[in-house]
């Protein structure tokens, strides 16, 4: 009976992410087929007509969204393994350490939540300043060597401490390290948490506006979203240009989160 209502459960959040996300997207991609140049439709159409996907060449063309790609994909390549690796290393040894250690680390972890990520703009861009790290794609990977949030360590640790204790003396007993522990046992047991924090890691890496928009000047290293701002300034008419460009931003977040899916709903594969 648990694991029907877990299933149940999980079909049904499933059904609500797509009648929540789903009408959104068609829409998205209908607005992407229509002509460019034609005056914008009062009302919203799921089939254009005619249908056209001119749209998408100019966005390349104009918007440089290769180039832009092939950025966010290097960003994403080295910061979202990075960031996982620090996290599920962080909160493992969190799990492992005393608990009034452990009761510190986390308040801290809780206070730094609290921060809003603005009010570190300024001492950030000073530190890559002085480094000479303005205007390349270093400040858009760094913060992975940090876990990217403390949300995520937190998330690790209460997950590698829903481990059973036994499992962690059985591998003291058979003398393995902490470090063969995390990887051997611990970590292939949070399999949907390590999907999660990817699936969330990446999507936020993918969509970031904010650093690159402080940190990148050179028009070769714009990331994606960068270079759909560019196309966002087009006239109304050419607005189907605009989002050519943001249904090929967004195919990378969807493609990802359908494979963090599987793990969600199938744990034990």
């Known amino acids: 009976m648990p694991e029907r209502a877990a299933r149940l459960w999980r079909t049904l959040g499933a059904a609500f992410v797509l009648l929540v996300f789903v009408p959104p997207l068609l829409l998205l991609v209908a607005g992407s087929l229509t002509e460019p140049g034609l005056p914008p439709s009062p009302t ?55 608990p009034r250690t452990t009761t510190v680390v986390v308040a801290a ?92 890691t990446f999507v936020l890496t993918w969509s970031n506006f904010l650093d690159p928009l402080i940190y990148v000047y050179d028009r070769d290293l714009f990331t994606l979203p960068l270079a759909l701002r560019s196309l966002s300034l087009l006239d109304p008419t050419n607005f189907p240009v605009f989002l050519a460009g943001a249904v090929l931003a967004t195919v990378p977040a969807l493609v990802v989160f359908a494979l963090a899916q599987r793990r969600f709903l199938r744990p034990d594969d």
């Not at 966010?72 to 969190?94: E, T």
């Open 44 to 98: 919203p159409q799921l089939v254009p007509d005619p249908l056209s996907t001119t749209g998408y060449q100019r966005a390349v063309e104009l918007g440089g969204l290769l180039r832009a790609s092939l950025n966010s994909v290097l960003v994403a390549v080295l910061a979202v393994p990075l960031s996982v690796l620090v996290a599920a290393l962080a909160g493992f040894a969190l799990a492992r350490l005393a």
């Open 109 to 200: 972890s809780l206070v730094a939540l609290m921060v809003p990520a603005t009010a570190l703009l300024v001492p950030r861009f000073a530190i890559f300043r002085f480094l000479g790290l303005t205007d390349t794609l270093v400040p858009l990977i760094a913060p992975a060597l940090l876990g990217t949030s403390p949300l995520y360590v937190l998330v690790y640790y209460l997950a590698f401490r829903a481990v059973p204790a036994d499992l962690y003396d059985a591998c003291l007993v058979a003398d393995l390290s902490p470090l063969r522990t995390w990887w051997r046992v611990a970590l292939p047991l949070v399999r949907p948490v390590t999907a999660g924090i990817t699936a969330l």
